[in-house]
């Protein structure tokens, strides 16, 4: 199984600030996804093969990596992209999802 | 649009069992794959296996193969997800999801919250 390890698991950025989360796999050779959830709700797909935005996402947002490190940026940070988010792995089953983050608005 | 209606919070006793319910509309029930995926309390997100409405082949998280069980009932476009001998550790809320490689988990249902407790 794919372990997916997420840094920092919190961070408090300010309006403007650069974010970077990373997720670090434990073997290469995946597509990383990432989702963002708010509490209450269901997770919503964010980013997906690495590093194409859903559409509606910001472009204020991107991810890159490859082979087993992998991040989601946030160029300036704004109030409304507080929340949770986990990263995801389609190298191999079992699909597997990182601790998340948790970002907070400071 | 595409939508995942799943059923009510239900609260079941330990040992017993639960079925969940996945409605979808939208799109055709049978061209893609419902996966289920477990999030407990404040903690990350666990994928217990996938169903092929197509086919009825289900593929489970080995983690979950004793525990649960997937089906699809394709005259009323729904998934269901059966967990068996429930426990305190089994208490989580469950999403459906409509997913695939190259696409990830896009669609999601709003979540059916499951208390295990006497």
């Known amino acids: 199984e794919i372990v997916l390890t997420q840094s920092p698991t919190t961070i408090a950025a300010s309006p403007g600030e650069k974010v970077t989360i990373t997720c670090r796999a434990s073997?290469?050779?995946?597509?990383m996804y990432w989702y963002q959830q708010k509490s209450g709700a269901s997770p919503k797909l964010w980013i997906y093969?690495?590093?194409k935005l859903t559409s509606g996402v910001p472009n204020r947002f991107s991810g890159s990596g490859s082979g087993t490190s992998y991040s989601l940026t946030i160029n300036t940070m704004e109030t409304e992209d507080a929340a949770t988010y986990y990263c995801?792995?389609?190298?191999?089953?079992?699909?597997?999802f990182g601790g998340g983050t948790k970002l907070e608005l400071k | 649009q595409v939508n995942l209606l799943q059923s009510g919070a239900a609260l079941v006793k330990p040992g017993a069992s639960v079925k969940l319910s996945c409605k979808v509309s939208?799109?055709?029930?049978?061209?893609?794959?419902i996966h289920w995926v477990k999030q407990s309390h404040g903690l990350s997100l666990e994928w217990i296996g996938y169903i092929n409405p197509n086919s009825d082949y289900a593929n489970y998280n080995e983690t979950f193969r004793s525990k649960a069980t997937m089906t699809v009932d394709k005259s009323t476009n729904t998934a269901f997800l059966d967990l068996s001998r429930l426990t305190s550790e089994d208490s989580a809320t469950y999403y459906c999801t409509r997913g695939g490689f190259g696409v990830g988990f896009a669609y999601w249902g709003q979540g059916t919250l499951v208390t295990v407790s006497s």
């Open positions: 073997s290469s050779g995946t597509y």
């Open positions: 939208g799109y055709i029930f049978t061209d893609f794959y």
């Open positions: 995801q792995q389609w190298g191999s089953t079992p699909w597997t």
């Open positions: 093969d690495t590093s």
